[in-house]
């Protein structure tokens, strides 16, 4: 479970990292996982937004309990996961992820999310850790985004340069098997990853159930934005009730 304080983290700085770490088997498990999805998709290799749409072992992590009792700490007891995703990072040329905020792109209304991040690998300044601003998420408000198309980059939206100090980052150092939790309007990046490690982490998207996952806004921001399009998303309730009653739960493929 979060402390107290790792909690009051949570809600003043955006972000926590509990005292805990993912067992050494299951650790294991998803490294083989991963394996074998680039193996079959190896147009994976940095990036792939849902793991779940081509496997679903990777629920299995998903579900966790000591994970889900965290999450509820931070959300409340009734919420679902809409999206799990890998950020690769290879050795060498693994891809820079500009700055943004998660929420301008999620078709979640009202926006909130709970983000867990798992270190698969050693995720250090060197090989392109993530990096937060403290504080960026309090006012709940989503800042100017650009397309930005660059291929080199993960993601296509990235904040305006006005928008953002860089100055106030912090480096998100993990060892493997460590978790982060942060919230969806914090400011956040990674760099490029020139060093001879690889950096894998996986993230694990929970949000409330008083949201609702609005599949036509998706549909929109894909046509009209040209944004990742979410709307073949699965949504698993983990807990509780669906407290919308507007949700789609229906499996997808």
């Known amino acids: 479970?979060?402390?107290?304080?790792?909690?009051?983290?949570?809600?003043?700085?955006?972000?926590?990292?509990?005292?805990?770490?993912?067992?050494?088997?299951?650790?294991?498990?998803?490294?083989?996982?991963?394996?074998?999805?680039?193996?079959?998709?190896p147009e994976f290799r940095n990036y792939c937004p849902n793991i779940l749409a081509y496997d679903l072992?990777?629920?299995?992590?998903?579900?966790?309990?000591?994970?889900?009792?965290?999450?509820?700490?931070?959300?409340?007891?009734?919420?679902?996961?809409?999206?799990?995703?890998?950020?690769?990072?290879?050795?060498?040329?693994?891809?820079?992820?500009?700055w943004h905020q998660d929420g301008e792109y999620w078709p979640i209304r009202p926006l909130a999310t709970c983000s867990v991040w798992m270190a698969i690998d050693n995720a250090t300044v060197d090989n392109g850790c993530l990096r937060f601003i403290p504080g960026s998420h309090k006012k709940q408000t989503l800042r100017q985004h650009r397309i930005n198309s660059d291929p080199n980059l993960t993601l296509n939206q990235e904040l305006l340069p006005n928008e953002y100090s860089e100055?106030?980052?912090?480096?998100?150092?993990?060892?493997a098997g460590q978790i982060s939790l942060h919230d969806i309007y914090m400011m956040h990046g990674s760099k490029e990853n020139r060093s001879p490690h690889s950096r894998r982490g996986m993230t694990l998207r929970y949000m409330p159930t008083t949201s609702v996952?609005?599949?036509?806004?998706?549909?929109?921001?894909?046509?009209?934005?040209?944004?990742?399009?979410?709307?073949?998303?699965?949504?698993?309730?983990?807990?509780?009730?669906?407290?919308?009653?507007e949700n789609d739960f229906r499996v997808r493929r």
């Open 167 to 175: 100055d106030e980052a912090i480096d998100l150092t993990l060892e």
């Open 213 to 245: 996952f609005d599949r036509d806004l998706a549909s929109r921001q894909a046509s009209e934005k040209g944004l990742l399009d979410h709307t073949e998303r699965t949504l698993f309730l983990m807990r509780g009730t669906d407290l919308s009653g």
């Open 57 to 98: 072992s990777f629920l299995n992590y998903a579900r966790l309990p000591k994970i889900l009792d965290m999450v509820e700490q931070v959300i409340g007891s009734d919420f679902a996961l809409w999206n799990s995703s890998f950020f690769a990072k290879p050795a060498l040329d693994g891809q820079a992820t500009p």
């Open 1 to 41: 479970m979060l402390t107290d304080d790792q909690v009051f983290q949570y809600q003043e700085n955006g972000y926590t990292i509990p005292n805990y770490r993912l067992p050494d088997d299951v650790l294991a498990n998803i490294r083989r996982d991963h394996g074998r999805l680039i193996q079959t998709h």
